[in-house]
């Protein structure tokens, strides 16, 4: 009795309690379903219940819910260990994307806050600080990867916020360290203003940087993982993806810059808060004793992070190799040429892309269900039998209300993978089907932006140690993301009708 209640109180006795219970409740019910209404209702449920996992994914990681719904899909005969091989096979470069981009962009973290940290403090105008945060956000993500490029933008802030915390809280400067934020309260009264409008300023730029790695990640085959996995079933290389992709991508590009000043100006929607001065200087000081601490070997670093990003950006825009081999020559380059020789230190680059990908291959699970249990070929088929012209706009639609209740590459996989058997079936031509991959990958992209369901990266910040400090809740985030949503959604939209 004693081990049978320490079970349950592993498994219920958290935080999450109520949302455990509710998976175990899908996992009883499935089979019984299952046995009244056959496979195909009870595939659609399984999908249901794992899209849900993604939409609770701040109460819990959905690797673990999810993981079991495909544990039991398997049992239940909907789809085998084969199938979801397979899956794996045929999407092999995306998990090597994950493993190998990810952890590759990881060495070059100090040249990207060294370089995020002297735009914030070299320039004074908000909206041009906006903007370029924006643009810069955008244009790194698009030749990286929008996942490294949050956790770069994180890292500046929090370091920011650290440094000023520490001043108000009459501390000397001295260590660049992270300290118990939870004594917020005891800020000395004269500063409380000044961090209320630090918080504001920094969430704005946070949100403006987030919207910057939807922008540029739609742009090229490495901004999301989806992409690459759509570029390979089109069988296009990275300039190709790229030119395909910017009769959309650049109108909603202008679009989301446009935007961004818009806000600044207008100071909707949580945004157009400006560094307060007494905040500026301490960050300025503390700069400039960062700078005097900096070694010849640290200067040496920065250079070598350079010129294996100017690398990078060769080898992508030739395709000199796959994806993931590509940032698995930027691990070795990097390593090699800044003395980093020890496998602990390898292994902490792996942290941030390994949860996503063992997350990836329950994606690909379901994928493996809904392929062998035919879910999606009815919806394909109904979107197809529409007029020539009317299927791009409609697809990009779909895509992204489904995107934005669940997760993008979750949705890209499927409808990509329907599509190409449609044109293998010869259903749709060549360029009708240039033209669905074209909308499923905008589509999952952009609208994608409303909820931090739908991008991994706005995932990331909410559930940094970021987000409480500057107070960026799950509802606040919507409502930032909002103007955005409605504007790129809207030109994105417009874009690919042009495409019929």
Not at 171 to 176: C, E
Not at 201 to 210: G, N, V
Not at 421 to 433: H, M, P, T, V, Y
């Amino acid at each position: 009795m004693t081990l049978k209640m320490a079970f349950l109180h592993n498994f219920m006795g958290t935080s999450s309690a109520w949302y455990k219970s509710l998976i175990l409740t899908f996992l009883i019910i499935n089979p019984m379903i299952l046995f009244a209404f056959g496979p195909v209702v009870s595939s659609w449920v399984l999908v249901a219940e794992f899209i849900f996992t993604l939409a609770m994914a701040l109460k819990c990681y959905p690797l673990v819910p999810g993981g079991l719904l495909i544990i039991e899909a398997i049992v239940m005969g909907l789809t085998s260990p084969a199938a979801i091989y397979q899956e794996l096979v045929t999407n092999f470069p995306v998990i090597l994307l994950l493993m190998f981009m990810v952890a590759g962009i990881y060495f070059m973290k100090d040249l990207l806050l060294f370089v995020f940290t002297r735009i914030l403090l070299g320039i004074q105008s908000k909206p041009l600080l906006s903007l370029l945060f924006t643009a810069v956000s955008a244009l790194l993500s698009a030749f990286l990867d929008a996942l490294t490029v949050t956790a770069v933008i994180i890292t500046v802030g929090t370091g920011f916020y650290a440094v000023y915390h520490k001043v108000a809280s009459g501390k000397k400067l001295g260590h660049h360290g992270l300290h118990d934020h939870q004594n917020d309260e005891h800020v000395i009264e004269y500063h409380r203003e000044d961090l209320n409008r630090f918080r504001a300023f920094l969430r704005s730029l946070m949100m403006h940087a987030l919207v910057g790695t939807a922008l540029g990640g739609a742009c090229t085959l490495v901004g999301e993982p989806q992409n690459l996995l759509i570029a390979q079933r089109a069988n296009w290389q990275f300039m190709d993806f790229a030119t395909r992709m910017a009769p959309v991508t650049m109108p909603v590009l202008v679009a989301g810059l446009t935007t961004c000043l818009l806000l600044e100006w207008v100071k909707w929607f949580g945004f157009g808060a400006r560094l307060p001065e007494p905040v500026r200087e301490i960050l300025l000081e503390f700069s400039a004793y960062e700078a005097e601490r900096r070694t010849p070997r640290q200067r040496a670093s920065l250079v070598v992070q350079g010129l294996v990003a100017i690398i990078l950006i060769i080898s992508l825009a030739l395709h000199l190799a796959e994806v993931g081999l590509i940032g698995l020559l930027v691990i070795i380059l990097i390593t090699a040429f800044t003395g980093i020789i020890e496998e602990h230190q390898l292994g902490k680059a792996f942290v941030e892309a390994m949860p996503f990908t063992a997350l990836l291959v329950v994606f690909f699970g379901v994928v493996a269900v809904i392929h062998q249990q035919h879910l999606f070929s009815p919806v394909i088929a109904i979107l197809l039998e529409l007029p020539t012209e009317q299927q791009p706009g409609m697809i990009f639609l779909a895509n992204g209300l489904l995107s934005a209740m669940s997760d993008n590459v979750f949705v890209a996989a499927i409808y990509i993978d329907e599509v190409k058997q449609a044109f293998d079936a010869g259903i749709i031509s060549q360029e009708q089907f240039e033209k669905l991959a074209i909308a499923i990958n905008t589509g999952t992209n952009l609208p994608s932006i409303a909820t931090p369901n739908g991008q991994a990266a706005f995932l990331f910040l909410l559930t940094s140690t970021l987000a409480p400090l500057i107070r960026l809740s799950y509802g606040r985030m919507v409502w930032m993301a909002l103007p955005y949503t409605i504007v790129l959604t809207a030109t994105g939209y417009i874009a690919v009708l042009r495409l019929g």
